[in-house]
C-alpha cells in the first residue's frame, strides 16, 4: 500500500508499504528518517518516541496504514524549529543533554528527546511551573537508557526546563 | 494482509462482517507487538482510529458513555470524578506513550486476565456495549470474561462503549507490579462501595484465567459494613475479608509471581482498599449528616 504523511512539516509518501508494519519501519527504512531507534518492538523502551499528531507515542506500535494523513514528529524535527538549512541548531533540549552528559550509547536518547520536549510543552511551555524530579521520572517513565545514566538525564531536564522557561516559549 | 480504514462506525460493522477474523486495531499496543514479534498474521486489520463516535465520552443516563477506543490519558484527565477506580487503573497503565495510544476497548478486546482495568469494570458493574450489523447490545462486565483470552464478544462484533455507573460511594484499584510503570500486574484488586444501594463490589485482575470477583467477600462485606455511619470494621472483619478475596483467587505461578506470592498480595489488597475505603465513606457520611 501507499502511505501519505506529513512528517517535520513536510508531506512524504511512502511506496510498496506492507500493512502490518509499524510506523517506525516507515520512518527508518522507507523515508531515510533513522532518528527514531528500533530497539524492543513492544513499547517497552520508548526509543521510537515520536509524535503522532501532536501527541508522543511509540512509532513501533502505530500500524502503517494508521499513519496516513496524519502528522509526525521525528527527534530530526525537533532541531528544525531553533534554524533552518544550514544554520540548524539544536533544540534547547538537544543542547541540555549534550551538556549535562545525558548522552551515553546514545541509542534511548532520541525517545528521551522527544518524551522531554513534550513534558516541558505541557508544562513551562505553557506557563506552569518546571516539572519537579517525581514529575520527570514519571513522564519519562517508558524510556529506558541501558546505560543506566538516569541522573544525567533528569539534570539535562532540569536545564532544559530553566531554559525553556527562561526563553518564555519554546523559541 | 489487508488494511481497512472504516470511517464510520457502519463501515467498520460492515467490515468486520465481511471478515469475521480480521483484527480491530485501535492503540494498537497490543495488536502491534504480535505483528512485530511475528505472533500474528491476521488476514485483514481493521483500522478503528478514524471513527470519531469512539473516541468520544460523555453523560448517558445513569452513566458515563466511554467510547471503547478514548485512550488512558484522556481518562486520567477527565473522568476521575465519574470512574475514579477506572481512572486510578489507568494512572497506573504503562507509560505515558503507551497511556496516549491504549484504550479499555483494547484491554476489552484483548482479554488478558492482567488487563488493568479489569478490574475496575467489575467492582463498579460497568456495562459493555457491543455492536454489529445485527444490530447493538449490552453485557455486563460481570458476564463478559468466560474463559482464557475468551468474551462475549462475537466474530462479528466489536466493542464500541462502556458505560460506567455514577460512583456512589469510594472506589479503589491497587495493583502489585515490581515498579510502577512499564508493569504488568502481578496482581490487581479493585473495591467499590455503593452507599445508596449498599453493595460491595470487587474485582480481582492477574489472579486466575479471567478477570473475576469476590462474590463471597462482597456478600460478606456487604452484610459486616456499618453502611449507616461507616464505623472502622473490626480487625477481625478486615481480616476475613482479605482472606474471603483470597481465597476467590485462582492464580498460577508464572515468571511474574508465584501464586502463593499473588494470594497473599490480594489479601493485603483487599484489606488496604477497605481502610481507604472506609477513611473516604466516613468523609462522605460527614458532609451529608
Redesign the interface.
Known amino acids: 500500500?501507499r502511505v501519505n504523511l506529513n512528517v517535520n512539516g513536510e508531506d512524504m509518501t511512502a511506496e510498496n508499504v506492507?500493512?502490518?508494519e509499524?510506523l517506525l519501519y516507515v520512518l527508518r527504512e522507507r523515508l531515510g528518517l533513522p532518528g527514531s531507534k528500533n530497539a524492543c518492538?513492544?513499547?517497552?523502551c520508548?526509543s521510537c518516541?515520536v509524535y503522532?499528531d501532536g501527541?508522543?507515542?511509540?512509532s513501533?506500535?502505530?500500524?502503517?496504514?494508521?499513519a496516513?494523513g496524519r502528522r509526525i514528529r521525528t527527534v530530526e524535527g525537533l532541531a528544525e524549529e531553533s534554524g533552518k538549512g544550514s544554520d540548524k541548531k539544536l533544540d534547547t533540549v538537544q543542547d541540555a543533554f549534550v551538556e549535562a552528559g545525558a548522552v551515553q550509547c546514545g541509542f534511548c536518547t532520541p525517545g528521551l528527546l522527544v518524551?522531554t520536549d513534550?513534558l516541558l510543552e505541557r508544562t513551562v511551555g505553557q506557563g506552569k511551573p518546571a516539572p519537579d524530579d517525581a514529575e520527570i521520572r514519571?513522564?519519562l517513565?517508558?524510556?529506558l537508557c541501558r546505560c543506566t545514566g538516569y541522573e544525567k538525564i533528569i539534570d539535562a531536564v532540569h536545564l532544559a526546563a530553566e531554559r525553556r522557561a527562561a526563553s518564555g516559549s519554546n523559541a | 494482509?489487508?488494511?481497512l480504514?472504516p470511517s464510520t462506525l457502519e463501515e467498520a460493522l460492515e467490515a468486520k462482517s465481511a471478515h469475521p477474523d480480521g483484527v480491530p486495531?485501535m492503540?494498537?499496543?497490543d495488536?502491534?507487538?504480535e505483528?512485530?514479534?511475528d505472533k500474528r498474521?491476521p488476514e485483514t486489520?481493521i483500522?478503528l482510529?478514524r471513527i470519531p463516535e469512539l473516541a468520544e465520552w460523555g453523560p448517558d443516563g445513569e452513566y458515563t458513555r466511554l467510547g471503547a477506543g478514548v485512550p488512558y490519558?484522556r481518562i486520567i484527565e477527565n473522568l476521575q470524578k465519574q470512574a475514579p477506580a477506572l481512572a486510578r487503573a489507568s494512572r497506573t497503565v504503562?507509560?505515558?506513550?503507551?497511556r496516549?495510544?491504549g484504550t479499555v476497548g483494547g484491554n476489552l478486546g484483548g482479554a488478558s486476565p492482567a488487563g488493568d482495568t479489569h478490574p475496575p469494570l467489575l467492582a463498579t458493574d460497568a456495562v459493555i456495549e457491543l455492536a454489529s450489523v445485527r444490530g447493538r447490545r449490552t453485557v455486563a462486565a460481570r458476564d463478559f470474561y468466560l474463559s482464557f483470552r475468551t468474551t462475549a464478544l462475537q466474530p462479528d462484533e466489536l466493542i464500541t462503549a462502556i458505560l460506567l455507573p455514577a460512583p456512589k460511594g469510594p472506589q479503589q484499584f491497587l495493583k502489585i507490579g515490581t515498579r510502577?510503570?512499564?508493569v504488568i500486574s502481578v496482581a490487581g484488586f479493585s473495591l467499590s462501595l455503593d452507599a445508596e444501594n449498599r453493595t460491595v463490589g470487587t474485582g480481582l485482575g492477574s489472579v486466575g484465567p479471567t478477570p473475576m470477583r469476590a462474590e463471597a467477600a462482597e456478600e460478606f462485606l456487604t452484610a459486616e459494613f456499618d453502611w449507616e455511619s461507616g464505623s472502622v470494621p473490626s480487625e477481625a472483619t478486615v481480616r476475613r475479608f482479605g482472606e474471603l478475596v483470597a481465597s476467590a483467587a485462582r492464580p498460577i505461578d508464572d515468571q511474574r509471581g508465584s501464586a502463593d506470592y499473588r494470594k497473599h498480595s490480594m489479601s493485603v489488597m483487599a484489606r488496604r482498599a477497605l481502610s481507604w475505603s472506609v477513611t473516604e465513606y466516613r468523609k462522605g457520611a460527614t458532609r451529608c449528616a
Do not use: K, Y
Request: glycine share 12%; proline share 3%.
Open positions: 500500500m506492507w500493512p502490518g509499524s518492538e513492544q513499547g517497552e520508548g518516541t503522532f501527541v508522543t507515542a511509540c513501533c506500535m502505530i500500524a502503517a496504514g494508521q496516513e518524551q513534550d514519571e513522564a517513565a517508558g524510556n | 494482509m489487508e488494511f480504514s486495531i492503540g494498537g499496543t495488536v502491534m507487538v505483528l512485530n514479534f498474521r486489520l483500522d482510529a490519558t504503562a507509560s505515558p506513550q503507551i496516549n495510544r510502577n510503570a512499564m
